[in-house]
């Protein structure tokens, strides 16, 4: 604002501009700054080939953290095992893959975070790192976009003659430890608590296509559904 050059804080994972005061970045969540690793406009050629060594040190360098109250979100493909077990790994990515990339484009609308992609399924916050007072409800939204696009997305498959899948959705709100591991190669910023682990638990139990949610009375209720 005194020099009047252009700044710019690109993520080094997705070369995303977020703003100069982002700690996080706004479309895949990897850490910005002096955080993260130093990024450029263009991918390396060797990118997914990584030379790097991460110290014991760096490792638990975030394990501190911080208290949060979070929503925590678990979506998962139905009888995936028994799809990929019958199927070839190319022929059972074509039908993954597509419903990975809509769980995760739903999370991103409402601000969510994916921390981490299960192979057949997400786990993903609302809360943080970007914190919003209505996450809960932002979680809420995030799961029926999952479904109704899931149906439109199997109502697709069936015209061409192909089978749908359902997905199972578990999403549980308390308070959490947020920290920061490095593990190797980026930061990962995960969270610590029983919190989580009933949204694991939960998404196990919620029906083909339903979505299983613990009723807190002191959550809002106004405009969720």
């Known amino acids: 604002m005194k020099c009047g050059t252009k700044v710019e804080n690109r993520c080094s994972s997705c070369n995303t501009a977020n703003p100069t005061d982002a700690r996080f970045c706004r479309k895949c969540g ?5 955080s993260a690793p130093a990024s450029s406009p263009t991918p390396a050629a060797d990118a997914q080939t990584p030379r790097f060594k991460v110290t014991l040190e760096q490792q638990i360098e975030g394990l501190e953290g911080e208290r949060k109250t979070v929503t925590a979100l678990f979506a998962d493909i139905k009888g995936s095992t028994e799809l990929e077990r019958d199927l070839d790994p190319e022929d059972a990515r074509a039908i993954v893959d597509p419903v990975l990339h809509l769980m995760m484009e739903a ?3 409402y ?9 057949d399924g997400i786990f993903a916050l609302f809360g943080a790192p970007a914190a919003h007072e209505d996450h809960a409800q932002r979680a809420l939204h995030a799961a029926l976009a999952i479904q109704r696009e899931l ?5 697709r498959l069936k015209s061409q003659g192909q089978t749908s899948v359902a997905v199972r959705i578990g999403i549980n709100t308390g ?3 947020m920290r920061t591991i490095h593990t190797g190669g980026h930061p990962e910023y995960t969270p610590v608590g029983h919190v989580t682990n009933l949204a694991a638990r939960m998404q196990t ?3 083909a296509g339903g979505i299983a949610i ?3 009375h ?3 209720s106004r405009g969720l559904l």
């Open 151 to 155: 149906q439109k997305h199997g109502e």
């Open 107 to 109: 999370v991103h609308r």
């Open 214 to 216: 613990q009723r807190r």
């Open 111 to 119: 601000d969510g975070y994916v921390a981490q992609s299960t192979g």
């Open 30 to 34: 990897g850490a910005l700054g002096a």
């Open 205 to 207: 139990v919620a029906a």
């Open 175 to 177: 308070e959490v430890v």
């Open 218 to 220: 002191s959550v809002p």
